[in-house]
């Protein structure tokens, strides 16, 4: 059986999946987006991503194409149909097909697509045992980073200048040198006194649903968390560094451009926050965490 994806209401072969060339996700970058990762057969945090997808949706005033329960369903059938195990669930919703102009069509209907792969878990393998490197890049994005949207472009390329690096990441920063976020990921440090520091919640970067779920998880573990803006120069000299996403859970980081970490090597923190992501994503709670806090 081949793969499936889930089309504007059918589910078709993978390979015959298209979009009208008058969709506006493809013309005018009008559409949102999230990523579900899946392990061991369940959704991780798949409340939260779809309660994000619902405000990022609002946010752009478009309609959305179906019910909360009704998405649920789809998600899971093709999770299904795909035999996906571990891997990840990709949703995007866009405004819909319509004569090519800027301002809105008058009556449009949304379009959606939904579809799986299956990929080894993130976050949990070596890259947790090891680390990785991360470069520093300007953020070159739009004033909305806090919606999801489809209009990557400057993420694609810090990405690209990070991979040309030998780099995993790039994490960008703004016009006064504060780190805001990942090109995919968002971004944190852990200082002198051992606190987990995160730049606060604001239209200059996304509310990451592992971000959320991060905090949440450790409440009464004798962790504090401290949302702040930290500048680049902090960033090299923290003790700890790390990034967390929906593929990536928690992920240390060993150098950042050509300052290594620590001893370069995963520090203790981290290694604890990378422990409680894989009790959770084993529990049978793995939407908890993350739950309402949208």
């Not at 991780?44 to 779809?50: A, E, L, N, T």
């Not at 959305?64 to 919703?93: F, S």
């Amino acid at each position: 059986m081949g793969r499936v994806a889930f089309v504007n209401g059918q589910y078709v072969p993978h390979g015959m999946a298209s979009v009208h060339v008058e969709d506006r996700g493809y013309q005018f970058a009008d559409g949102v987006y999230e990523v579900i990762p899946v392990i061991a057969g369940k959704q991780v945090d798949g409340i939260g991503h779809r309660e994000r997808l619902a405000r990022s949706l609002r946010e752009l005033r478009i309609t959305p194409p179906m019910t909360d329960r009704a998405l649920a369903l789809v998600i899971e059938e093709v999770i299904r149909r795909n035999r996906v195990r571990t891997g990840h669930v990709y949703l995007q919703v866009t405004r819909g097909v319509a004569p090519r102009d800027h301002a809105f069509p008058a009556d449009p209907e949304s379009a959606i697509v939904v579809y799986a792969n299956s990929k080894p878990a993130g976050g949990l393998g070596k890259q947790a045992e090891v680390g990785v490197q991360v470069i520093t890049a300007p953020d070159q994005r739009w004033a909305r980073c806090d919606i999801k949207t489809v209009g990557l472009l400057p993420n694609c390329l810090a990405k690209q200048s990070a991979r040309e690096a030998g780099a995993h990441e790039a994490f960008m920063y703004d016009s006064d040198g504060y780190v805001t976020e990942g090109s995919s990921t968002n971004a944190w440090i852990v200082d002198s006194e051992g606190r987990l520091v995160t730049r606060p919640v604001s239209h200059d970067i996304l509310n990451g649903i592992t971000r959320l779920s991060l905090i949440s998880l450790v409440e009464g573990q004798g962790i504090e968390v401290v949302e702040r803006a930290f500048t680049v120069e902090e960033l090299k000299g923290a003790r700890e560094v790390f990034l967390t996403s929906a593929s990536a859970l928690a992920t240390p980081v060993v150098q950042v451009d050509d300052r290594v970490i620590g001893n370069g090597r995963p520090g203790s923190v981290t290694s604890r926050l990378v422990e409680i992501f894989r009790t959770y994503v084993a529990s049978e709670q793995v939407d908890a965490a993350a739950g309402k806090t949208i």
